[in-house]
């Protein structure tokens, strides 16, 4: 019986045309809670860009798992290590880079450019306030942004001993510590409400949801993800702006198969 599903926020709960939750979804929500089933993020984002949802969360993954949380306990941290920090920023200096910044509670970008305009529009968040790259160097960070293409990632790793970079997108990919990974956030968090990993489900869209959705014991990949994470799911969904959520639950007999508006 499946007692926890984690939702990816971009491409999976929100549309990336609309920016907004599905009818469907939402009375999908309601009846899993009257089930007693919990519903976790599970995102890339920083606490402080997940939108108010018209949704019933039981706890956050922040951040690629460097940042989980249930109500105000914080079950993990794993920040980017100070020297990974450091090296980045004068990769990004020296290379005329942008970069964004996210710590616990703060977000920074160092520039605004077209592409940084592009993502802010494909994610519909307010864009970071803009800050120096020496007013990064003292923070406790958890995840960069790389505005870089990805021929160029394996050429600043070598700058980052300690991280990867999960990519879903062509022009910018995340930097998160070794450590970090939405598996590792899923399991702080079913230990925490004492469920089993047999009792889990997932869904994603991006390659940074490959972890999590093997991890569990039914991933689902929406129907608008990328060929690679759709090889690693066990069911393919519709897409984010047709029901896929509601439709995946109603397939494995989660909620009742009935019609939403």
């Not at 007013?135 to 293409?149: C, G, L, S, T």
């Not at 062509?170 to 930097?175: G, K, N, S, V, Y």
């Not at 991890?215 to 029901?243: F, R």
Request: overall charge negative; hydrophobic content about 40%.
């Amino acid at each position: 019986m499946i007692k926890a599903i984690f939702f990816d926020i971009d491409g999976t709960l929100l549309s990336y045309n609309t920016h907004s939750v599905l009818p469907g979804t939402i009375e999908a929500f309601k009846y899993l809670h009257k089930k007693g089933i919990h519903t976790f993020i599970s995102s890339g984002r920083p606490f402080v860009l997940i939108p108010q949802l018209p949704l019933q969360i039981d706890g956050y993954i922040t951040v690629n798992g460097g940042l989980c949380m249930v109500g105000d306990t914080v079950l993990l941290r794993n920040p980017i290590a100070s020297d990974d920090c450091q090296k980045w920023l004068e990769y990004v200096d020296a290379n005329n880079l942008t970069t964004m910044c996210f710590t616990a509670d703060e977000m920074f970008i160092n520039r605004v450019d077209d592409v940084a305009v592009r993502l802010q529009n494909q994610l519909g968040f307010q864009m970071p306030p803009m800050r120096p790259l020496l007013e990064m160097y003292d923070k406790e960070v958890y995840q960069f942004i790389a505005i870089q293409p990805d021929d160029k990632d394996k050429e600043a790793l070598e700058y980052l001993p300690n991280c990867r970079m999960p990519r879903w997108h062509p022009l910018f990919t995340d930097i998160i510590p070794n450590g970090s990974s939405k598996a590792v956030g899923i399991e702080k968090i079913i230990n925490h409400f004492g469920i089993r990993q047999d009792e889990t489900m997932a869904f994603g869209d991006g390659a940074n949801d490959i972890e999590m959705l093997e991890y569990v014991h039914i991933g689902i990949s929406m129907g608008n993800a990328a060929e690679i994470v759709k090889q690693h799911s066990q069911y393919v969904t519709d897409d984010a702006d047709n029901e896929g959520i509601a439709n995946a639950l109603k397939h494995f007999g989660i909620i009742p198969n009935v019609k939403y508006s």
